[in-house]
């Protein structure tokens, strides 16, 4: 069993010291969440080739007139994402993951930028590649994404580090809409890791070659460990970031602290990316508590 996984205890050790720090402190919470949603959704549409920066994410968002031209078809999948993103912090804790939600959030997400296939699975001869990948079978969408929920409910014992991998990995090989997989694949993510009452997660644009490397690695082998290392990783970058804050203090840059301490900064960073040191990255910035003593 997983769980007696190293990486599976350490996220298990975080996610009782990031509870026990988050009592009384819901309004703090939600401003961290609510500051994750233009970074998340520039990561996301960024990996799907969007031009938009972070900054411009956010001010569309805001709704903040752009130095430049945007395309209506941007605008809308920044805007629509975000409400997705939001709406699941609520869903996940109201109900499970099954394929109504799924057509929900699709709908959420497409509904101004293809309302043809808005909402509904792929049906026909709608077939789609995704580089050297051929999707299944439309006629196959629905009894696979099936079986795909039967197994993240039944293999609890597999741990969730490998279950949410899986779960994205078997989703975005079904591709069972016509457009949107990526964003609502990861999506998922985050519904199953809230629904079973871990922090949300976001994969990183910096971090898409690995990821594609995952998505490669489960097409041509069936095996999910790259997609377990980034979902790990991404775990504890989460859960350091929110005890962090929930826990009071200076937070600095990774730089500053290689500075003050004197110690290699280099050496911090590759710490970092590794996650064994309680460094999050924010805004495309390694930050750590300033009394971290290491």
């Not at 233009?38 to 960024?46: I, K, L, R, T, W």
């Not at 694949?185 to 009452?197: D, H, K, P, S």
């Amino acid at each position: 069993m997983e769980y007696t996984d190293s990486a599976l205890t350490e996220i298990h050790q975080l996610r009782t010291h990031f509870y026990q720090l988050a009592l009384g402190k819901d309004s703090l919470l939600r401003l961290m969440a609510e500051a994750e949603v233009p970074e998340q959704v520039y990561d996301s549409n960024a990996i799907e080739n969007s031009t938009l920066s972070l900054d411009e994410t956010e001010k569309i968002l805001r709704k903040i007139d752009l130095d430049r031209f945007i395309s209506e078809r941007e605008m809308f999948e920044a805007r629509n994402l975000a409400r997705v993103v939001e709406y699941i912090h609520t869903k996940a804790i109201e109900s499970e993951l099954d394929l109504d939600v799924m057509l929900v959030l699709h709908k959420m997400l497409i509904s101004n930028i293809r309302d043809d296939i808005a909402g509904r699975f792929r049906t026909d001869n709608e077939w789609v590649r995704v580089g050297n990948h051929i999707a299944p079978d439309p006629k196959e969408v629905v009894p696979r994404l099936g079986k795909m929920l039967a197994d993240l409910r039944g293999q609890i014992g597999a741990g969730i580090i490998r279950r949410v991998a899986r779960l994205h990995l078997t989703f975005e090989n079904i591709h069972p809409f016509v457009d949107g997989n990526g964003r609502i694949g990861r999506v998922l993510n985050n519904f199953v890791l809230i629904r079973e009452g871990y922090v949300p997660i976001n994969i990183k644009f910096i971090d898409r070659d690995k990821y594609y490397d995952a998505l490669r690695e489960f097409d041509t082998k069936q095996t999910t460990k790259l997609m377990e290392k980034i979902v790990e990783l991404a775990l504890k970058n989460s859960y350091h970031k929110r005890i962090t804050y929930l826990a009071g203090g200076e937070i600095i840059r990774l730089v500053d602290y290689a500075k003050k301490y004197r110690q290699s900064h280099s050496n911090l960073i590759n710490k970092a990316h590794r996650q064994t040191i309680p460094a999050f990255l924010e805004r495309g910035v390694w930050k750590i508590a300033d009394s971290y003593r290491g």
